[in-house]
């Protein structure tokens, strides 16, 4: 059996059936040897696409996400995407092509140090340089992308050793895959509640491992057995997401803050310091680096730190938390700031506000709606006027342009679930042609594009910054008609020009059973900004 043969029966042992891939001559024996374990390739229009797909097909199924992609350019390709799934902690094992070991130094045919570039990108970065250690090689990869903070881990796999005998099959046991749990420490946890008894005004800022969509209910009943308010944080505005409304008035209000696989960083202005907080700061994180760095950060606002997976230091507190119930005016406050909202305003033409009502109509039709929000200034206003109980967004990254691929990862992840997923025009530039990619996989969902013919957030800025007289580089084609283009790759499409139709039209787009484009020219806006309603003396 050659290489290739071990490494393929390796991540059938490991639950794969789907790899997200654009071919190249490095990888073609291990297109080859996922043909007998009957793994399914999801052949993509960029590199960086794959990456997209897995890391969505990652967060909606639970599993690992696997890409593959070629060496050198392609690679290099797939980087950006790399960074994105890193900072969503979406279990991604990323393979690449590499050229053979055999030739190292003689200059090979797209001979690349791939290990040292993916380094910043990824958990850990392995060079496979024999045959029979392709299988534990997998194995090692997949346990990584799942232990701690979840996270991409990339495989280098030289041609030569894909080609090499491998002698017998040299499955790992099953174990080898699994993750390995940091469980939090009885007293550690014992200590923070304690300590949040003593505060009046706690909040618990939670990581994209709590979400909704990848944890259920998990976080609302941890606020419950905590009686404390908890928001999980997983968008680039951090605070200032429009889903959260005005709850970044409120972390100068905290008392107490519990950081729950969560880093101090920009998402919670470096723990209210923006604010000019002096909340003390309790910090469970399965990273030391992370700890060591708010140490650093908060001196002694730190008060207590200690290694846990998230997920087992959340279902420990929900175990032992009594629920006290004595915080329901604090509980009030925060409640009446996330549900704080702008109304837009218009000149007479199709707001996004009124984009993601319709959506949301439809949503609450469809129970197990996914919903997927990308770009800028629109995307935010979905953010704002949209919910679902699985929801997929650019992540902390701040990168634009996954969406689409998000949609057909998505989908394959949950394929009797409906997808909508709503992106700006310039977000759906990025990755155009994998309307094709849809039609050709029949990952069939409902992409909706923001036509207000701008790249609108950096005009935002221009306007804001500089003044309506040094706007530059920022528009698009007025013409540009991306449901045309959807229906030329092989996809359905729809323009809509007056708001009046949208309901009707995106009812039947959900109906047809195709991947469809719908092209809404909305009005330029820019993202809502949430304040708290003045209280009213009693």
């Known amino acids: 059996m050659r290489g290739a ?31 007998d374990p009957g793994i399914r390739i999801v052949h993509t229009r960029h590199e960086a696409a794959a990456v997209f797909m897995a890391d969505g097909y990652a967060q909606v199924s639970g599993k690992v996400g696997v890409a ?20 969503s902690e979406s279990p991604v094992v990323f393979l690449s092509g590499d050229s053979p070991v055999a030739l190292d130094g003689q200059g090979a045919f797209q001979e690349f140090p791939q290990v040292d570039a993916a380094r910043p990108f990824v958990k850990a970065s392995e060079r496979v340089t024999a045959a029979e250690d392709l299988s534990n090689a997998f194995a090692r990869a997949v346990h990584l992308a799942q232990t701690g903070r979840p996270g991409p881990v990339h495989l280098a796999l030289p041609f030569d050793v894909l ?26 946890i014992q200590e923070v509640l304690d300590r949040l008894a003593g505060y009046e005004r706690p909040l618990l800022l939670a990581g994209p491992q709590l979400s909704v969509s990848r944890s259920g209910d998990r976080l609302a009943r941890l606020s419950a057995a905590l009686d404390v308010p908890a928001i ?40 209210g310091k923006a604010q000019s907080s002096a909340a ?75 984009v993601g009502a319709a959506v949301q109509a439809e949503i609450d039709k469809h129970g197990d709606t996914i919903l997927i929000c990308d770009g800028g200034e629109f995307g935010q206003w979905i953010q704002a006027t949209t919910s679902a109980s699985t929801r997929l ?45 849809a039609a050709r996989e029949a990952t069939h969902f409902v992409a909706i594009v923001g036509n207000d013919a701008r790249w609108n957030a950096e005009q935002v800025i221009q306007l804001r910054d500089f003044g309506k007289d040094r706007l530059i580089g920022c528009d698009l084609s007025p013409g540009a008609r991306y ?42 806006q820019a993202a809502p900004t949430v304040a708290r309603a003045a209280k009213v003396p009693a």
Request: hydrophobic share 50%; aromatic share 6%.
């Open 280 to 354: 003390e700061v309790m910090m469970l994180d399965p990273d030391a680096a992370v700890i060591d760095r708010a140490k650093a950060a908060l001196g002694s606002r730190l008060v207590l730190s200690g290694l846990a997976d998230t997920l087992p230091a959340a279902e420990t507190m929900i175990a032992v938390g009594s629920g006290a119930g004595a915080r329901n005016g604090w509980h009030r406050d925060v409640s009446e700031a996330l549900a704080s909202r702008t109304k837009a305003k218009g000149r007479g033409g199709i707001l996004a506000e009124q």
């Open 232 to 271: 999980g944080l997983e968008s680039p505005r951090g605070l200032r997401d429009p889903a959260l409304g005005a709850f970044a008035e409120l972390l100068a209000e905290a008392d107490g803050l519990l950081y729950l696989g969560k880093a101090v960083d920009f998402m919670s202005g470096f723990a």
């Open 68 to 87: 593959l992609v070629t060496a050198a350019p392609g690679f290099g390709n797939a980087l950006g995407a790399l960074y994105t799934a890193a900072m």
């Open 5 to 35: 043969d071990h490494l393929a029966g390796a991540m059938a042992d490991a639950g794969v059936d789907v790899v997200f891939s654009l071919s190249g001559n490095q990888i073609m024996p291990l297109y080859d040897a996922l043909i």
């Open 393 to 437: 967004i650019n992540g902390p990254s701040g990168a634009i342009g996954g969406c689409l691929p998000y949609a057909i990862g998505a989908k394959l992840a949950r394929p009797e679930a409906p997808v909508i997923a709503l992106m700006g025009d310039g977000t759906v530039g990025f990755h155009l042609s994998e309307f094709e990619t």
């Open 483 to 524: 449901d045309q283009t959807a229906a030329a790759l092989g996809c359905q499409g729809f323009q809509v020009t007056e708001g009046a139709a949208l309901p009707a039209v995106l009812a039947e787009a959900l109906s047809c059973g195709a991947p469809v484009c719908i092209d809404i020219a909305i009005e330029a």
């Open 163 to 188: 080609t090499a005998s491998a002698g017998p099959t040299n499955k790992p046991p099953a174990e080898a895959f699994l993750p390995t749990p940091c469980q939090p420490d009885d007293a550690a």
